[in-house]
């Protein structure tokens, strides 16, 4: 069955995260992909199936089912699932089988294994719950996958999202869209609400609390949902600052609250697998290796953070390091803090011939600030390249082979030109 889909031009694109799925296509693995809720998984299936029909895939030639229509509900049982996915794969060439919320469906790993050893079996799978998180994907698959990661919308993504949709009044100008941008975020049905932030605070706050009772408290077996609420508060405030389990147990601890590490561990691996949070590790610049000890970590959306911690406007630096970060991770995937002897280098990005170091700062106008930034690059004697990015809005510079660059027209490159 195909459910015909909205126009195109209602969506949004997904220019990079439509790229991995035509890498993948016709590749005898499933394609997972996996995201926070409301991040726009579905759409990206219906943005990738309609593709496949301009480029001449025939509709009869794509299954396709949201498992959250009340319509299917009598495919909730795996062998009912599974009966009426395979009574629908043509006699003959590829057909594309997109299964949305897949978890819905008692023993789902069943029937997606099954498929995937169909060779006419072309097969993409969302999911959003405790049973779909990245940590059980090996177990339920058997090794048979592919992770497609999909974040809310960056600023690229967005900034596009604007113009299709913004009103006469609206400050389109990159110093706007990046403003915009903090406010409200990258979650794509944000867009429909903007200008009213109350209401995109409202649809914020719920995504908020569903990931964490229905996702985190679920996964990790959470009897206090308060205290979850609190070191996750705690985290959110602190990104881009070293955190241990300790430095959080012992924080919440003088404000009342009385976590122990193993507590916050617990709590920290489920937002982590729940995509709420992402870890970021400490490496030796001069040996690629790790160091031990305290890790930071980011948000996966800016207005996110706010709904839970507020936004008085003292952590510009940490929020733009939050951006970079987000950005960097969907261009290279793998993005460590760099240690070198002149010091901590923001981000190291990339892997091999592509590694790419990495400063952010507000502001680098003072000599003294841009001295301190640029020392941990200066220190760093090899030739992969090096970047400051920061809000000033003067034109690129070079500063003995590192580049200066405006930091939000970096954050606005659209990813195909990445």
């Not at 025939?58 to 299954?63: L, Q, T």
């Not at 909730?76 to 089988?97: D, K, M, N």
Request: aromatic letters at 8%.
């Amino acid at each position: 069955m195909f459910i015909r889909l909205n126009v195109v031009n209602e969506l949004i694109d997904r220019p990079a995260s439509l790229a991995a799925l035509r890498r993948w296509r016709e590749r005898p693995v499933i394609k997972v992909v996996t995201g926070v809720r409301r991040c726009g998984k579905s759409t990206l299936l219906e943005l990738f199936q309609q593709e496949l029909i301009a480029g001449g895939v025939a509709p009869d030639h794509i299954v396709s089912l949201n498992l959250e229509d009340f319509a299917l509900a009598h495919l909730g049982e795996a062998s009912a699932l599974h009966q009426y996915i395979t009574a629908r794969l043509a006699p003959s060439g590829t057909t594309y089988v997109f299964i949305d919320e897949v978890q819905l469906v008692d023993q789902f790993e069943r029937v997606v294994n099954s498929l995937q050893l169909r060779p006419q079996a072309d097969l993409y799978v969302t999911g959003s719950n405790a049973r779909m998180l990245s940590g059980e994907l090996a177990t339920l698959l058997s090794g048979r996958y592919v992770e497609i990661e999909l974040q809310p919308l960056s600023l690229a993504e967005f900034a596009q999202a604007r113009r299709d949709r913004a009103g006469a009044a609206e400050d389109l100008s990159p110093a706007g869209l990046y403003a915009s941008y903090l406010r409200f975020g990258g979650f794509p049905l944000v867009q429909d609400l903007i200008p009213d932030l109350r209401a995109s605070q409202d649809y914020l706050d719920g995504i908020v609390s569903t990931v964490l009772l229905k996702d985190v408290a679920v996964r990790q077996n959470v009897s206090s949902a308060a205290m979850l609420r609190d070191v996750t508060g705690f985290l959110f405030q602190n990104v881009g600052n070293l955190t241990s389990l300790r430095r959080v147990s012992d924080s919440l601890r003088s404000a009342g609250r009385s976590p122990s590490p193993n507590t916050v561990e617990s709590y920290l691996t489920g937002l982590i697998d729940a995509y709420l949070l992402y870890p970021v590790e400490r490496w030796d610049v001069k040996g690629l290796r790790r160091l031990s000890g305290p890790a930071k970590y980011y948000c996966v959306d800016p207005a996110l953070r706010a709904s839970l911690v507020g936004n008085t406007g003292g952590d510009i630096g940490h929020v733009l390091e939050n951006l970079v970060f987000l950005e960097l991770h969907r261009r290279h995937g793998r993005v460590r803090i760099g240690h070198s002897s002149g010091g901590e280098i923001d981000f190291l990005a990339g892997e091999g011939v592509d590694l790419a170091y990495y400063q952010v700062a507000a502001s680098v106008h003072d000599p003294a600030t841009l001295a301190r930034e640029l020392g941990p690059l200066q220190a760093v004697r090899d030739h992969r390249p090096k970047f400051l990015l920061t809000l000033d809005p003067e034109p690129p510079a070079t500063h003995d082979g590192i580049v200066q660059r405006p930091v939000v027209e970096w954050l606005l490159e659209d990813d195909r030109q990445v």
